[in-house]
């Protein structure tokens, strides 16, 4: 069963930076496809950015493009979200989840994830 924890959450103002992690123990991330969806109060849970097994691919949804960076450390087992230039429409839980079909890696439809975090807070005041 695997098992992946998210940190580095947190409050931050307009225009300030986070940088998310995500450990997964008892499974290697150095196979598999990973990924981070959020859920903002209200609303369902969409993806943000998604990293192929190898590091090499990388995707990313909405409007997170080009402020946001997913990256992958396969020797510590960890999946990282680095957040910059804040907003409060970024405020929500972010997951990391993992292990969709291989075909599937980078689908921004959760369904797919078989592991989930159990979500870090970000909260962006403007």
């Known amino acids: 069963q695997a098992q992946l924890a998210e940190s580095g959450g947190g409050a931050v103002q307009t225009g300030g930076s986070l940088r998310l992690s995500c450990a997964a123990s008892e499974y290697s991330g150095r196979r598999n496809c990973l990924a981070w969806f959020r859920q903002a109060p209200g609303e369902e849970r969409e993806g943000v950015a998604a990293i192929n097994p190898g590091g090499s691919r990388t995707f990313y949804y909405n409007s997170v493009k080009g402020r946001f960076t997913i990256s992958k450390d396969n020797d510590k087992n960890t999946l990282y979200l680095q957040m910059n230039s804040l907003n409060p429409e970024d405020t929500a839980i972010y997951y990391c989840?993992?292990?969709?079909?291989?075909?599937?890696?980078?689908?921004?439809?959760?369904?797919?994830?078989?592991?989930w975090g159990q979500g870090t807070q970000v909260t962006v005041s403007s």
């Open positions: 989840a993992a292990d969709p079909p291989v075909p599937l890696c980078g689908s921004r439809n959760d369904y797919w994830y078989k592991y």
